[in-house]
């Protein structure tokens, strides 16, 4: 590890601790281990380990379908017909596929730091309508038409989800809420209210201490622009419109692809990009080779969700994350160019 490793590392821990309640230990003698020649030199598997920081709890129980690895897992009979339907027709560019941290995304608050209980005004048939929830005046929705937030509060367990969220000093305005029955914690299958598969939004959203510890230990969610009026388990529902190649809302895709070529890809990103961001790559692409995505919305093109920078922007940015232009490409939204090629992906046949 270089110099400049060494500082970035530092500055990591440093952000961290302060954003995310994680401890920062040793940052003078750092592990070598994101070196994945070093790594096979010792004959170990590359694991992208992370600066040392208070583990992060994954969400929802082990038997979710999206925390299931897919190692095991039977390949969909169709499997290349639904693979020509992602790869022509679900980008908004034929084989384009990207990252979002704004816009169609969600900031996720906590409970614990709202400055109050607040009423919610919503359409009378909302459950929502007329309960209080924890907000506070300065938490902000995502800034696209959809306007989302996530709430958790993890002494409960409770998840609160908002759409077309907004405040007027006095109210919460949404168009449709909903508190996730069941605990976040533990829940395992869907819930139809919420978004366009009917599966909490929190499931499959890339939260910044997952690539702070150095894995993603489920499946990542991608909004698609063909998204068929049919559904397949985890899927509760569709809101697609899709007739001609259409992809069922809930089916999910993953990457064949080797640890050699993963490093590969990385060594060939830009050289203007850090070696944190090349360490967030790796961990990405090991996620959607071993855990893969389902398709989990309607949107104007296909991207993986992460955290929305309304929350955590901060923390991407010590992480390797933060916004840059490269000639024509603007990171880390076209990351992963490079990654997803037509033959390295296929489908998974469904399952609960």
Same mark, same amino acid.
């Given at each position: 590890?270089?110099?400049?490793?060494?500082?970035?590392?530092?500055?990591?821990?440093?952000?961290?601790?302060?954003?995310?309640?994680?401890?920062?230990?040793?940052?003078?003698?750092?592990?070598?281990?994101?070196?994945?020649?070093?790594?096979?030199?010792?004959?170990?598997?590359?694991?992208?380990?992370?600066?040392?920081?208070?583990?992060?709890?994954?969400?929802?129980?082990?038997?979710?379908?999206?925390?299931?690895?897919?190692?095991?897992?039977?390949?969909?009979?169709?499997?290349?017909?639904?693979?020509?339907?992602?790869?022509?027709?679900?980008?908004?560019?034929?084989?384009?596929?990207?990252?979002?941290?704004?816009?169609?995304?969600?900031?996720?608050?906590?409970?614990?730091?709202?400055?109050?209980?607040?009423?919610?005004?919503?359409?009378?048939?909302?459950?929502?309508?007329?309960?209080?929830?924890?907000?506070?005046?300065?938490? &902000?929705?995502?800034?696209?038409?959809?306007?989302?937030?996530?709430?958790?509060?993890?002494?409960?367990?409770?998840?609160?989800?908002?759409?077309?969220?907004?405040?007027?000093?006095?109210?919460?305005?949404?168009?449709?809420?909903?508190?996730?029955?069941?605990?976040?914690?533990? &829940?395992?299958?869907?819930?139809?209210?919420?978004?366009?598969?009917?599966?909490?939004?929190?499931?499959?959203?890339?939260?910044?201490?997952?690539?702070?510890?150095?894995?993603?230990?489920?499946?990542?969610?991608?909004?698609?622009?063909?998204?068929? &009026?049919?559904?397949?388990?985890?899927?509760? &529902?569709?809101?697609?419109?899709?007739?001609?190649?259409?992809?069922?809302?809930?089916?999910?895709?993953?990457?064949?692809?080797?640890?050699?070529?993963?490093?590969?890809?990385?060594?060939?990103?830009?050289?203007?990009?850090?070696?944190?961001?090349?360490?967030?790559?790796?961990?990405?692409?090991?996620?959607?080779?071993?855990?893969?995505?389902?398709?989990?919305?309607?949107?104007?093109?296909?991207?993986?969700?992460?955290?929305?920078?309304?929350?955590?922007?901060?923390?991407?940015?010590?992480?390797?994350?933060?916004?840059?232009?490269?000639?024509?490409?603007?990171?880390?939204?076209?990351?992963?160019?490079?990654?997803?090629?037509?033959?390295?992906?296929?489908?998974?046949?469904?399952?609960?």
């Amino acid at each position: 590890m270089n110099k400049q490793d060494v500082l970035r590392y530092c500055l990591v821990s440093i952000v961290l601790g302060a954003c995310c309640g994680c401890s920062w230990v040793g940052a003078a003698t750092p592990r070598a281990v994101d070196d994945p020649t070093a790594l096979r030199a010792r004959g170990t598997k590359t694991t992208n380990p992370s600066p040392a920081t208070t583990r992060y709890v994954r969400p929802f129980g082990p038997n979710a379908p999206w925390n299931r690895p897919v190692d095991g897992l039977p390949r969909h009979p169709q499997s290349d017909a639904l693979t020509n339907r992602l790869w022509q027709y679900s980008p908004s560019r034929v084989g384009n596929f990207n990252l979002s941290f704004s816009g169609y995304t969600y900031p996720v608050y906590m409970a614990g730091t709202a400055k109050g209980s607040y009423p919610v005004r919503a359409p009378s048939w909302n459950k929502l309508n007329g309960t209080k929830i924890p907000w506070s005046p300065d938490w &902000k929705p995502a800034t696209g038409s959809d306007s989302q937030v996530i709430i958790l509060d993890p002494d409960s367990g409770r998840e609160w989800d908002l759409w077309q969220a907004s405040f007027d000093g006095a109210a919460v305005h949404v168009s449709n809420g909903n508190l996730v029955p069941g605990s976040y914690l533990t &829940k395992e299958d869907g819930f139809k209210p919420s978004r366009g598969c009917g599966i909490p939004y929190l499931a499959m959203l890339v939260r910044p201490e997952e690539i702070a510890q150095g894995k993603i230990e489920h499946a990542l969610s991608m909004p698609s622009r063909n998204t068929a &009026k049919t559904f397949v388990a985890p899927a509760t &529902k569709s809101d697609g419109r899709a007739t001609d190649n259409g992809l069922p809302m809930g089916t999910r895709f993953a990457l064949n692809i080797t640890d050699a070529e993963i490093d590969e890809w990385v060594n060939a990103l830009p050289s203007q990009l850090t070696g944190q961001t090349r360490r967030a790559a790796r961990i990405i692409a090991v996620a959607l080779r071993d855990y893969g995505w389902f398709i989990s919305d309607t949107a104007g093109g296909a991207h993986f969700q992460f955290e929305d920078n309304a929350t955590a922007k901060a923390k991407w940015e010590a992480l390797g994350l933060g916004e840059k232009s490269i000639g024509w490409k603007n990171y880390p939204t076209d990351l992963l160019d490079g990654l997803l090629t037509k033959q390295r992906i296929y489908a998974i046949a469904p399952s609960n």
